[in-house]
């Protein structure tokens, strides 16, 4: 059974096109490890997630390639969540706005800042 939490961390997690037709490929050759191997090297995605991502990829689902698109993604997964992070973000708490979206995904610190920060910019150009 996958998690809530690998899924969301999944669907949130920019991967490249490129990557991503590459690791359907591969899994439709069979060669499952390789293609997890090819998603995680890229895209900062776990060794719980990547299988999560791959079976997304599989069954059809677009995962985001841009950081703009994940975030999109996310206020259609979590919108009490990414309302939460604009809070802390209009209080100046980037660091505490990271720190709740890494407690509540399997995001790793890099896609972290780089998701928090779209919101901010997001935010700043409203």
Same mark, same amino acid.
């Given at each position: 059974m996958t998690s /809530?939490?690998?899924r969301t961390t999944a669907l949130i997690t920019p991967i490249e096109q490129g990557v991503q037709d590459e690791a359907k490929a591969l899994a439709g050759e069979g060669r499952t490890a390789k293609a997890i191997r090819r998603l995680r090297k890229d895209s900062g995605l776990g060794l719980g997630t990547a299988p999560v991502a791959l079976d997304l990829l %599989?069954? !059809?689902h677009t995962l985001p390639t841009t950081y703009s698109q994940a975030l999109d993604a996310l206020r259609q997964l979590d919108a009490p969540l990414v309302a939460e992070m604009t809070d802390l973000l209009s *209080? *100046?708490?980037r660091d505490s706005a990271i720190k709740l979206l890494?407690?509540? /995904? &399997? %995001? &790793?610190l890099a896609g !972290?800042?780089?998701?928090?920060t779209e919101l901010s910019v997001q935010l700043d150009t409203q």
């Open positions: /809530t939490k690998a %599989i069954q !059809g *209080s *100046s708490h890494r407690e509540r /995904t &399997d %995001i &790793d !972290g800042y780089h998701l928090v």
